[in-house]
């Protein structure tokens, strides 16, 4: 049966990533906050002074855990403290979306770009982009050694990556944007005549890349199962 679980903090919570083995949880929210589930106990893990929006999370182990969210904020728990995560360039403003991957050396994160003003056009500040000038969206991927852009698009963001293994998978965004990576499709492609598609396709999740659930906005919910 579905149960209350609430930690009882006083925030809006985006997302969740869980442990196989060890059930551990790991929850991000509004405002900074991160909460670990160990042992069916809700502890607050602490990012220090940071209060942007996180909106993803997603780890390989529970000593590899990786948050991400507004104003290029990103952070890795190493199992007993965060560490700060340079995905790009501290000149440019980033929104990131979203993180999976499939092992501690295959990670992608999905983001929503914005070039920095300058000086006397407005700045991005705390939770907002303000004169920020939006430039569309992007995927990175860690590959153990360094994070490097995979995909670039210059008006849609990337809201949701998922990863069916370590060479296919799936990207969704804003505008009807639905993006598949397979080996037939030399890098990441837009995948076309998917009806029913929201404006916002929100997120993307399946079992295999012949089992894929996308979802988003007014109720949405597509499949692929051919």
Same mark, same amino acid.
């Given at each position: 049966?579905?149960?209350?679980?609430?930690?009882?903090?006083?925030?809006?919570? =985006?997302?969740?990533?869980?442990?196989? $083995?060890?059930?551990? #949880?790991?929850?991000?929210? *509004?405002?900074?906050?991160?909460?670990?589930?160990?042992?069916?106990?809700?502890?607050?893990?602490?990012?220090?002074?940071?209060?942007?929006?996180?909106?993803?999370?997603?780890?390989?182990? +529970?000593?590899?855990?990786?948050?991400?969210?507004?104003?290029? +904020?990103?952070?890795?728990?190493?199992?007993?403290?965060?560490?700060?995560?340079?995905? +790009?360039?501290?000149?440019?403003?980033?929104?990131?979306?979203?993180?999976?991957?499939?092992?501690?050396?295959?990670?992608?994160?999905?983001? *929503?770009?914005?070039?920095?003003?300058?000086?006397?056009?407005?700045?991005?500040?705390?939770? $907002?982009? *303000?004169?920020?000038?939006?430039?569309?969206?992007?995927?990175?991927?860690?590959?153990?050694? $360094?994070? +490097?852009?995979?995909?670039?698009?210059?008006? =849609?963001?990337?809201?949701?990556?998922?990863?069916?293994?370590?060479? $296919?998978?799936?990207?969704?965004?804003?505008?009807?944007?639905?993006?598949? =990576? #397979? #080996?037939?499709?030399?890098?990441? @492609?837009? @995948?076309?005549?998917?009806?029913?598609?929201?404006?916002?396709?929100?997120?993307?999740?399946?079992?295999?890349?012949?089992?894929?659930?996308?979802?988003?906005?007014?109720? #949405?919910?597509?499949?692929?199962?051919?």
């Amino acid at each position: 049966s579905w149960n209350d679980f609430s930690p009882g903090v006083p925030a809006h919570l =985006n997302d969740v990533w869980v442990d196989g $083995e060890s059930r551990d #949880a790991f929850v991000v929210g *509004e405002g900074g906050t991160v909460i670990m589930l160990h042992r069916d106990i809700w502890s607050p893990l602490s990012l220090g002074s940071i209060t942007q929006n996180l909106l993803g999370v997603w780890g390989s182990s +529970t000593g590899n855990v990786y948050v991400v969210g507004n104003q290029n +904020t990103s952070f890795k728990w190493n199992g007993t403290q965060f560490k700060l995560v340079s995905i +790009t360039p501290p000149v440019d403003v980033y929104n990131y979306h979203s993180v999976y991957g499939t092992g501690p050396n295959d990670v992608y994160v999905g983001a *929503e770009f914005f070039l920095t003003p300058s000086p006397g056009r407005g700045s991005a500040t705390g939770g $907002e982009t *303000e004169g920020a000038l939006h430039q569309g969206g992007r995927i990175f991927r860690w590959d153990g050694g $360094e994070w +490097t852009p995979v995909y670039s698009d210059p008006i =849609n963001d990337v809201l949701s990556v998922w990863r069916a293994n370590d060479h $296919e998978g799936y990207a969704t965004g804003d505008s009807y944007s639905l993006l598949r =990576n #397979a #080996a037939s499709d030399n890098g990441w @492609v837009r @995948v076309p005549g998917v009806d029913n598609l929201p404006f916002y396709v929100n997120s993307v999740w399946g079992s295999s890349m012949k089992n894929v659930f996308i979802v988003g906005d007014d109720g #949405a919910i597509v499949r692929y199962s051919p």
